[in-house]
Nanobody, 126 residues
Framework: QVQLVESGGGLVQAGGSLRLSCAASGRTSSSYPIGWFRQAPGKEREFVAAINWSGGSTSYADSVKGRFTISRDNAKNTVYLQMNSLTPEDTAVYYC???????????????????WGQGTQVSVSS
């Protein structure tokens, strides 16, 4: 079992920044990639970013590339999502997720993740 807890969401004006955190506990492993996803009202959950837990290899959705940065602190078992230049289109509930043994080529596929956090709301006003 893996437990994930997100934090750091909130309300921010367009152009502002937020940093989300995802704290992992339980049967974590240095081989597990961790992904961030988001879901806006009436829309499907979409991939945002992912990081290889041990190697630091990262992947981003085109919509956030250059604005968001994913990183991790292995000593704290925590993954971060630094979000800059936020726009109202970034408004959503943000989730982190992990799936043991998930191949790096499939980190964008939400349906393959078995462990999810409870989500944190990000709201960007215009």
């Amino acid at each position: 079992q893996v437990q994930l807890v997100e934090s750091g969401g909130g309300l921010v004006q367009a152009g502002g920044s937020l940093r989300l955190s995802c704290a992992a506990s339980g049967r974590t492993s240095s081989s597990y990639p961790i992904g961030w996803f988001r879901q806006a009202p009436g829309k499907e959950r979409e991939f945002v970013a992912a990081i290889n837990w041990s190697g630091g290899s990262t992947s981003y959705a085109d919509s956030v590339k250059g604005r968001f940065t994913i990183s991790r602190d292995n000593a704290k078992n925590t993954v971060y999502l630094q979000m800059n230049s936020l726009t109202p289109e970034d408004t959503a509930v943000y989730y982190c997720a992990v799936q043991p043994n998930l191949g790096s080529s499939r980190v964008r596929e939400a349906g393959l993740y078995g462990y999810w956090g409870q989500g944190t709301q990000v709201s960007v006003s215009s």
